[in-house]
């Protein structure tokens, strides 16, 4: 059990170090930087998506034959789903955005963006928690270091995403104090959902192909829905792409290597 506590807040520790970076920064990050920080961001969640969570949900089924792919064919739009409705109920506002989404409400844009943030972590929290749901089951298509590969590619992208956070609402007029905590409070619902969602999946184990997918959809859904916009907007550049790509190597390679 230690070892699965230590693997949920890993990513969450990824998130309060980035966020601490606004007591290190004299201004905002520039636009190709949050660009780039955002690509690579998106980068690790596809690969993460793709090796961690879809390819050994379709291992897990394999005694289906050809219908193998069914269950993550479900889980994953059941995700997608799922993170559309939140997108349409949760109120929030992104950072390139000027129009809130979601229901309509009375809250400030600081409390919006962090909403966007927490909703983002959301499938991440999940991700990590079936892993390592899988791992304590004990059903060996989840390893200890497949698991910790996950934790630490979605560490490395909250450590990017808990900077993208802070240093904005310290640009805004926040204090620096003020902007880590919100940046550390973004990250907070990944340790929870993570043991919320150990313990769940322990009592339906049969069940973890889909959930594994389920939480590929999600990701997949904020990748194309908040990620990519983000890391296009305004002036044209590739930087986005770049970084993109060397997320989604890097991660590849961590849950290869590691799993």
């Given at each position: 059990?230690?070892?699965?506590?230590?693997?949920?807040?890993?990513?969450?520790?990824?998130?309060?170090?980035?966020?601490?970076?606004?007591?290190?920064?004299?201004?905002?990050?520039?636009?190709?930087?949050?660009?780039?920080l955002t690509g690579f961001a998106a980068g690790v969640m596809v690969a993460a998506s793709i090796w961690s969570l879809l390819v050994p949900a379709m291992d897990q089924s394999a005694s289906m034959g050809k219908w193998s792919f069914l269950p993550a064919f479900i889980g994953f739009w059941i995700g997608i789903l799922l993170l559309l409705a939140l997108d349409r109920l949760i109120p929030h506002i992104h950072r390139s955005a000027d129009q809130p989404e979601g229901l309509r409400s009375h809250l400030n844009k600081t409390?919006?963006?962090?909403?966007?943030?927490?909703?983002?972590?959301?499938?991440?929290?999940?991700?990590?928690?079936?892993?390592?749901?899988?791992?304590?089951?004990?059903?060996?298509?989840?390893?200890?270091?497949?698991?910790?590969?996950?934790?630490?590619?979605?560490?490395?992208?909250?450590?990017?995403?808990?900077?993208?956070?802070?240093?904005?609402?310290?640009?805004?007029?926040?204090?620096?104090?003020?902007?880590?905590?919100?940046?550390?409070?973004?990250?907070?619902?990944?340790?929870?959902?993570?043991?919320?969602?150990?313990?769940?999946?322990?009592?339906?184990?049969?069940?973890?192909?889909?959930?594994?997918?389920?939480?590929?959809?999600?990701?997949?859904?904020?990748?194309?829905?908040?990620?990519?916009?983000?890391?296009?907007?305004?002036?044209?550049?590739?930087?986005?792409?770049?970084?993109?790509?060397?997320?989604?190597?890097?991660?590849?390679?961590?849950?290869?290597?590691?799993?």
């Amino acid at each position: 059990m230690d070892t699965v506590i230590m693997g949920l807040m890993i990513p969450f520790i990824g998130t309060s170090a980035g966020a601490a970076c606004v007591f290190f920064l004299k201004k905002n990050l520039s636009t190709n930087i949050q660009r780039a920080l955002t690509g690579f961001a998106a980068g690790v969640m596809v690969a993460a998506s793709i090796w961690s969570l879809l390819v050994p949900a379709m291992d897990q089924s394999a005694s289906m034959g050809k219908w193998s792919f069914l269950p993550a064919f479900i889980g994953f739009w059941i995700g997608i789903l799922l993170l559309l409705a939140l997108d349409r109920l949760i109120p929030h506002i992104h950072r390139s955005a000027d129009q809130p989404e979601g229901l309509r409400s009375h809250l400030n844009k600081t409390s919006m963006m962090v909403l966007a943030v927490t909703l983002h972590n959301i499938p991440e929290g999940m991700a990590v928690g079936v892993v390592y749901a899988g791992l304590v089951s004990g059903s060996g298509v989840i390893t200890a270091s497949g698991a910790l590969a996950l934790s630490l590619g979605i560490a490395i992208q909250n450590f990017l995403e808990g900077a993208i956070v802070s240093t904005p609402l310290y640009a805004e007029g926040m204090t620096k104090p003020k902007s880590f905590f919100w940046g550390v409070f973004s990250g907070a619902v990944e340790p929870v959902l993570g043991i919320i969602t150990v313990f769940t999946v322990a009592l339906v184990t049969s069940a973890m192909p889909y959930l594994l997918a389920f939480a590929a959809g999600a990701m997949i859904y904020v990748v194309v829905e908040e990620l990519i916009p983000e890391m296009s907007a305004g002036e044209h550049s590739n930087i986005g792409v770049i970084a993109f790509a060397v997320g989604f190597s890097a991660m590849m390679a961590l849950d290869v290597a590691l799993g």
